[in-house]
């Protein structure tokens, strides 16, 4: 998809598959055209040019969409005077959901406490969770939610990681937007990076982590002894600060192995890598249009 607004390229042939059964996280700074694209799935905004198909049809064309696909994409957007059960209640007779539903669903987003309260008076939390709600209305087969962790605490973010997992492992499609990279480490299977509405890099998370292995980290009190063992089997050891080993061209299964041989106690073994950030910055450094224009703050 390409999306111009005026003058701003806001999307430049972005293109990707999001598949059920896992969550798909998209990351980008500010800016980078992750609402845009979640807009253009949801038929929002249209594409200047290319097409967003959801379970291969249009937005347009999905007769019954709640059933289909469900959006978290502002939770700001929902009217203040309106009690959460009311904002639900209407949203589910549109599709001819019963109300049953709309009472399951705040229990399962914890606002059951508070259905009969005005939004006016929520916490962007609460409309987190009410906008998570109204996503999942309709039961549907794909999810997508922008920046879903947007002021919640601590519990909501753990709540949100849980039901984004419960959804995927369920196989639905969960596509999510987050410039947290934190966030993605522990939440997603997939990641597309973006940036300037292109996508940088798409990996799963387990191959990204491999990818950015750095070093591993081995303490033993015979620190002396392994490093010569290490250096002799033709491991690449320095020796840390606070008395530690810090070792490249090796694995941990085979320094372990070799420590055991000789009867070397080690007190710590830790494959380290790097952390998701370095790898988001040296991923975007390595695209030559964010160079030009220098990075942007994440
Ligand atoms: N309605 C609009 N009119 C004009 N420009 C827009 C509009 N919506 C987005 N843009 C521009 O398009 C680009 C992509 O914005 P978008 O909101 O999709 O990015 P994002 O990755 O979601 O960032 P954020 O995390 O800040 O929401 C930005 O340059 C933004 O200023």
């Known amino acids: 998809m390409t999306k ?49 198909l959801v379970n291969g049809r249009r937005y347009a064309e999905i007769s ?19 009690t959460a ?32 309260k005005r939004i006016g008076g929520f916490s962007l939390g609460m409309r987190q969770r009410l906008g998570i709600a109204a996503a999942l209305l309709g039961d549907p087969g794909v999810v997508l939610l922008d920046e879903p962790v947007n002021g919640l605490d601590a519990e909501g973010i753990h709540w949100v990681r849980g039901l984004m997992r419960t959804l995927a492992s369920e196989g639905r499609t969960v596509l999510l937007s987050s410039h947290l990279m934190s966030e993605m480490a522990l939440t997603v299977d997939h990641v597309l990076i973006i940036g300037r509405g292109r996508l940088i890099a798409e990996s799963s998370m387990e191959d990204l982590a491999k990818r950015f ?9 015979m620190h ?39 009867r070397i106690p080690i007190h710590e073994l830790t494959q380290r890598s790097a952390t998701l950030e370095d790898v988001y ?16 703050s994440l």
């Open 4 to 52: 111009r607004y005026g003058p701003t390229l806001a999307l430049d042939r972005l293109s990707f598959q999001a598949h059920p059964g896992r969550v798909t996280g998209f990351l980008g700074p500010n800016g980078a055209g992750k609402s845009t694209t979640l807009r253009v799935i949801v038929g929002l905004h249209g594409p200047t040019s290319g097409v967003a």
């Open 64 to 82: 019954r969409p709640l059933y289909e696909v469900g959006a978290l994409l502002d939770a700001g957007a929902v009217h203040p005077g309106r």
């Open 85 to 116: 059960f009311k904002q639900l209640a209407c949203l589910a007779r549109s599709h001819r959901i019963g109300t049953s539903r709309v009472k399951t669903l705040l229990e399962q987003v914890g606002l059951q406490d508070v259905a009969h």
């Open 213 to 221: 292995r750095r070093d591993i980290l081995v303490r033993s009190p």
């Open 224 to 262: 002396v002894e392994l490093g010569g063992v290490l250096r002799a089997a033709g491991m690449s050891v320095s020796s840390e600060p606070r008395g530690g080993l810090v070792v490249t061209g090796s694995d941990t299964a085979t320094i372990g192995d070799l420590a055991a041989e000789r």
């Open 281 to 296: 910055l040296e991923m975007t450094d390595e695209a030559a249009d964010y160079r030009a224009g220098g990075r942007r």
